[in-house]
Every structure is written in structure tokens, then in C-alpha cells.
């Protein structure tokens, strides 16, 4: 048995990166930011606060969800799996590892000035439902 799962809840860093595929299938990329408090052990002496930075893929329905309503500053609370990749560039092996996400949730509303559009009030779950062909793990 074995369990590949990343439950994340932070700050969007930057607008996603929209981008489609086949027919009509979209693609969004996008960073997020988790912090860990800074604090004072018991000796006095100071940690500062840490940010991770993770890089999330939204596809199909989450990848509109993305388009439509993600913004730089966005809270979001996401639910997905993790995934390496690996390439070669100049005859030097790159890898990244992404979060595909699964679900994604709107915490918080921000009007969007720009594009007149206003996030859902209460907190939105989207996810991403099997689609054919899609290799299902039981």
C-alpha cells in the first residue's frame, strides 16, 4: 500500500498561467506560499518565519477555476498529489517537483476590478472528476 497526498493552505504568489491543450482542456500553473511562524525557544533564541514556495498544476475544471477566479494574494486550500519531472537542458539533467492538484478551495473573496468578476462568499470546493480514460487506482 502506498500514499501519495499534499494538503496545502496559503497565499497565491502569482497569477496563474492559463493554457489549452486538445480541445478546449486547460492548464493552469501557479505558485503557492505556506509560512511557518517565527519563534523564540525557551533559551531565547529567535527562528525566524520560513515560506515554502510550491508549484501547483490545475487541470480541466480546476484549470478554469484557475482562469476565472485565482488571483496573486489569493488564500486557497488545496488538495492534490505529487509529481517529479525530469528533462535535459544542455546535457544537464533538470527535475522539478509540482502539486497536481485534486481540489481546490476558495477561502477567501476578493472582487476582481479588472475582470468584474467576485469570487464566491462562502468557501468553493472544485475537483477534477475522472475523465475516460483516466487510469483509476483500483
Do not use: C
Not at 505556506?34 to 480541466?60: K, L
Not at 481540489?103 to 468584474?116: S, T
Amino acid at each position: 500500500m502506498s500514499v501519495n497526498k499534499v494538503i496545502l493552505l496559503g497565499n497565491v504568489g502569482k497569477d496563474p498561467e492559463v493554457r489549452y491543450i486538445d480541445k478546449d482542456v486547460p492548464v493552469a500553473r501557479f505558485t503557492l506560499a505556506t509560512s511557518e511562524r517565527g519563534y523564540t525557544t525557551q533559551n531565547g533564541v529567535q527562528v525566524p518565519e520560513r515560506t515554502e514556495w510550491h508549484n501547483i498544476v490545475a487541470w480541466r475544471g480546476l484549470g478554469k477555476l484557475a482562469e476565472n477566479y485565482i488571483r496573486k494574494g489569493s488564500q486557497l486550500y488545496i488538495e492534490g498529489h505529487l509529481q517529479t519531472r525530469s528533462w535535459e537542458k544542455d546535457g544537464v539533467a533538470r527535475y522539478t517537483t509540482e502539486i497536481i492538484a485534486d481540489v481546490i478551495q476558495l477561502l477567501d473573496r476578493r472582487e476582481k476590478a479588472a475582470d468584474n468578476v467576485v469570487a464566491p462568499a462562502a468557501p468553493t470546493t472544485v475537483a477534477n472528476e475522472p475523465q475516460p480514460g483516466d487510469d483509476l487506482p483500483f
